[in-house]
């Protein structure tokens, strides 16, 4: 498209304006060449300026100690007037009439449209941090877009009457390229992403280059880049060095994978051999519980059988003693030493009873002991409740703390409690398990009276 049109309206009061339908800078002349007189730069005072919406004017004075700029943003369509350029009415001054000149270059820039610029990065090398030795070529092709905003910067950096848009693309291009193919080069060290990977992470890479581009096109071009797309990344896979790091990586991933294999079947031989010895020493303490089970059973038996034993003696010594006691009384010499003593009969019968219930608690007693011993419950557990005092939750409280907190009358029955279990808080005094903290205590006793 052309940048530059050669004469738009001419005559004693011209209308500047631009009618161009495809730019990005044009400059506005009444005639002849960029440059080639004083001429073309002098400007009708009182011409009309018409700027569309989406363009800006801009004023360029020329004047010994620099240039100065008058910025017009469309909608616009006025005469030139003192009043509308400020930086004009201070030149201008009162010695011109309504019709001199004054010299201007008249610059017309496209603020709404887009510049679209394609690039092509031919193969370079890239190198992945893990393999050295071994450079991949890879190319890349995409397009990027951008427009101007920041207008100020953009003229600033830009020389506007030697502006071509070819040329300012191709500067474009060329940083485009530079700095895609840097931060390519770069990705595998500086993201961990392996070379051979690169082409599946189109999309990633993509937004890395994106993030490094916007900054440096804005600082060192002054425009805004609206878009860019990578469209490809392609790996020059006939390369040696493609086939050789293909080759290493490939061996590296077996080598891997066959160390995770044997490490695995070692942590699974490992926790079977675990298993089997919890298993044995499980099935050896359940043989010794049998056993001292089986143990225990066979002496509480010999003790129920001896117990009867001692019994038996006992009946059979008292027997024999009510026997003697009997003969005594048939056969005797006279008097009372051949009748029967009962109360020795009576002690030999006492004797022997408390001896054999003495054997029969004892042994009762030790089984008792031991049974008791062995199936003692568990104490209960602790109930534990949280209060809610004036919207404060506090808590959980023990039982002695919930009843000294009653006593000191931190808690009442209206008192709102909660505890594990339940599906809502609760008034303390509709609680049936704290029922027994709110039973009447009588006051403490008055003092004694004064002497």
């Given amino acids: 498209m052309g940048l530059f049109g050669k004469k738009s309206e001419g005559g004693l009061m011209d209308v500047i304006r631009c009618d161009e339908q495809e730019y990005l800078v044009w400059k506005w002349r009444p005639s002849g060449e960029a440059n080639s007189t004083k ?87 890239v190198f992945d941090p893990r393999f050295l030795d071994f450079a991949v070529p890879m190319a890349a092709r995409g397009t990027i877009t951008f427009n101007l905003t920041d207008y100020k910067a953009f003229i600033k950096l830009n020389r506007l009457i030697n502006f071509e848009l070819e040329d300012f693309n191709k500067q474009i291009k060329d940083a485009v390229t530079k700095y895609v193919k840097g931060v390519i080069t770069n990705i595998p060290a500086d993201k961990g992403m392996p070379v051979l990977q690169m082409e599946r992470k189109l999309l990633e890479i993509n937004e890395i280059i994106a993030s490094y581009l916007k900054p440096r096109l804005e600082n060192d071009f002054g425009v805004n880049m609206k878009g860019f797309d990578l469209a490809t990344i392609e790996v020059d896979k006939e390369s040696d060095g493609y086939a050789e790091l293909r080759k290493v990586t490939a061996e590296q991933t077996t080598k891997t994978t066959v160390a995770q294999a044997d490490v695995n079947i070692k942590n699974l031989e490992d926790m079977q051999g675990i298993n089997a010895l919890n298993m044995e020493e499980t099935l050896r303490v359940q043989r010794e519980e049998a056993q001292r089970a089986q143990k225990l059973q066979t002496e509480m038996q010999n003790m129920s059988a001896h117990q009867l034993n001692q019994q038996t003696e006992v009946s059979k010594t008292a027997a024999e003693s009510m026997g003697k006691m009997g003969s005594g009384g048939s056969g005797g010499s006279g008097g009372g030493g051949g009748m029967m003593d009962p109360g020795s009969m009576m002690a030999s019968m006492a004797m022997g009873g408390a001896v054999g219930s003495g054997l029969a608690g004892g042994v009762g007693n030790m089984m008792q002991g031991m049974n008791e011993q062995k199936q003692t419950p568990p104490p209960p557990p602790q109930v534990q409740y949280n209060i809610s005092v004036n919207g404060q939750q506090s808590g959980p409280f023990g039982w002695q703390q919930l009843q000294q907190m009653v006593q000191s009358g931190q808690i009442t029955k209206d008192t709102y409690v909660w505890k594990q279990g339940m599906a809502n808080w609760e008034l303390a005094g509709n609680v049936q398990e704290l029922s027994s903290l709110f039973v009447a205590v009588p006051p403490p006793p008055p003092p004694p009276p004064a002497p």
């Avoid at 004075?61 to 930086?87: E, L, R, V």
């Avoid at 019709?99 to 017309?108: D, G, H, K, L, V």
């Fill in 39 to 125: 001429r073309e730069n002098a400007i009708r005072y009182g011409s009309s300026l018409r700027v569309k919406d989406g363009e800006l004017a801009v004023f360029v004075y020329q004047q010994k100690d620099g240039s100065m700029q008058d910025y017009i943003i469309g909608p616009y369509d006025q005469t030139i007037k003192t009043a509308n350029f400020p930086i004009l009415s201070s030149i201008v001054g009162l010695a011109f009439g309504g019709a001199s000149p004054f010299q201007a270059e008249i610059y017309f820039i496209n603020l709404s449209g887009n510049v679209q610029v394609k690039f092509g990065i031919p193969y370079f090398d």
